[in-house]
């Protein structure tokens, strides 16, 4: 059974990928709140959950090799166990931000560019 912090984990990278949006101009007086919704929601599709589940595997990924990283690097500069430790945490929260970061800026881009050709104007 999941606890609520493997359930956070879990649900959070989608939850952020569902709420991101580009800015659009919205003073066009012919802009529609509710169409641009339905189109913002059409963009994002079945996309999401592959963003998700890319961005977690990507932050594993690189928690695990600047976790490495980072243990290797300490041990040779503070010569100590004490250093290889400090290193491994150093290196696997940069490797959990850069390995997450890849796959929400792509979804970003491809979410703009649909807008775009719906013929939105991105800001």
Do not use: W
């Amino acid at each position: 059974m999941l606890n609520k912090n493997t359930l956070a984990v879990i649900l959070l990278p989608l939850a952020l990928t569902a709420c991101a949006a580009p800015n659009v101009d919205t003073s066009k007086p012919s802009f529609s709140q509710m169409r641009y919704s339905v189109d913002l929601s059409t963009c994002h599709g079945s996309t999401t959950l592959y963003t998700a589940l890319s961005g977690l595997g990507g932050a594993i990924v690189g928690s695990a090799i600047g976790g490495a990283y980072g243990a290797y690097h300490g041990a040779i500069g503070g010569d100590a166990p004490v250093g290889a430790i400090v290193g491994a945490v150093i290196g696997s929260a940069v490797g959990i931000y850069k390995g997450a970061a890849g796959p929400f800026e792509k979804h970003g881009q491809k979410v703009g560019q649909c807008l775009a050709d719906k013929g939105y104007k991105t800001i």
